[in-house]
Structure formats: C-alpha cells, structure tokens
C-alpha cells in the first residue's frame, strides 16, 4: 500500500514568487491535513480537507490556501513568498474525518522542503 | 501560548534503559493524543495513541500515560534502542476541532550504544 507521497521534495524560491506543493494520500484516506515545520517550532497545523472542502484552518495568512481534488488528491499554494515561509510543508491523510473516539491517526508524507531567498 | 509543551528539547539515555518523554497540555478539551517519532529528512512516524476515556496504552515497547488532573502525558521507552534516536513529538486535538492537531515543539531522544 502506497503511503503519502508529496512532491516536490525540495524546491527553492525567491520573495515575491508563489508557490504549489501537491499531496496524494493513502488511497481509501479522505482527509487531508497540512502542516508546517520550522527550526525549533512544533508542526504549525495549516489546514484540513475532507471531501473537497476545508473543514478546518489553522493561523496563518491567506497567502496560505489548498484545495482537494475529486481523487482526494490535494495541493497547497503559498503566494507572495517571505523568507519567514522557508519550512518543512508536511501533508497528512486519514482515514475519514473524526470519529466517536476522536480524530483519527495521520499519516505523514516525507514533506516538501521550501527555500525562500 | 503553547498549547502543547515538551519542556525537554533533548534527553539521553543508555541503550537497554528507559526512555520517558513527557508532554504537557493546557487545553482541557484535548481528549485523543498521539505520540510521533521523527527521522531527519522524513516525515513524522506515528508511534502510539490514547484517548482520554484511558489512563494507559501499551504497544510493544512504547506505553503512553495519561494523567488528566495534570493534563500530563509520557511516552516510554522500554528498552531503548540506538534506533529510537529521533525526535519526538507529543500531538493533542478536541474532538470539536476534528483533524487540527497541536504538536509540541519535540524532544531529541538520544539513545547511546
């Protein structure tokens, strides 16, 4: 079973440009969760799709959007890039939304290493 | 305001020995908590889960527990092993805030042969 695959796996910017990192998770998985990882911060959650739509969405500018394709297949934009958005993007999938037991595991890709200069 | 805290950034321990990873959290809605661990240049790897209806997990070598009245979770460790050396992240979600988990900033366990 394939896990989530994330590409590209590295990349690097320049400030001003944008960017898009896609995301395919664990067929069957209908929820898609990304995060950022910085140096010496936790992972920063971003937002999470579930059935195309994003049922949740964490502090970040609106610079920051996704979206979820038909397939669950999901991509992530940054736009106007600042050298502050240099991070570790990981993306997560799940099985289904919550449960009666709470939310369910996520499963992480190997994540997208952005390089703004 | 950290939500989630591991005040330990790094800890080591001696190879056959325990491991105890602690983790705090101040949102008394947090009711399901995962344990991740973390290899350089891959993505989380997830380890264990508790729910708040538990006070203990246990999984092979790793048991997590939860103490609610203290809003404390620790992971352990036993025996370590030189390839438990990773980082790890404690995560915690309401069940209201469906797939928004909050990690904590990590702990760097080194396991020494």
């Known amino acids: 079973k394939a896990g989530v695959t994330q590409t590209p796996r590295y990349l690097i910017k320049t400030r001003g440009q944008q960017v898009t990192l896609s995301c395919s998770p664990i067929?069957?998985?209908?929820?898609v969760s990304w995060y950022q990882q910085t140096p010496g911060q936790g992972l920063q959650f971003l937002f999470e799709?579930?059935?195309?739509?994003?049922?949740n969405k964490g502090n970040f500018p609106g610079r920051f959007s996704g979206r979820q394709f038909s397939n669950s297949r999901s991509e992530m934009n940054v736009s106007t890039l600042e050298l502050g958005d240099s991070a570790l993007y990981l993306c997560?999938?799940?099985?289904?939304?919550?449960?009666?037991?709470?939310?369910?595991?996520?499963?992480f890709g190997a994540g997208s290493r952005l390089t703004v200069l | 305001d950290q939500q989630v805290k591991q005040n330990s950034p790094s800890l080591s321990v001696q190879e056959g020995r325990i491991s105890i990873l602690n983790c705090d959290y101040t949102n008394s809605m947090f009711d399901y908590f995962l344990w991740y661990k973390k290899y350089p240049a891959e993505g989380p790897t997830f380890l264990i889960s508790?729910?708040?209806?538990?006070d203990k997990n246990e999984d092979g070598r790793f048991t997590v527990f939860l103490n609610k009245s203290a809003k404390h979770l620790s992971l352990h460790i036993v025996p370590s092993q030189p390839g438990d050396s990773a980082v790890y992240f404690c995560a915690a979600s309401a069940r209201t805030d469906g797939q928004n988990f909050v990690f904590g900033p990590g702990t760097r366990l080194s396991v020494l042969p």
């Open positions: 799709y579930f059935s195309e739509t994003q049922r």
């Open positions: 067929s069957g998985h209908r929820s």
């Open positions: 997560a999938s799940s099985v289904a939304g919550t449960s009666l037991l709470g939310a369910n595991v996520l499963t």
């Open positions: 508790i729910s708040s209806i538990k």
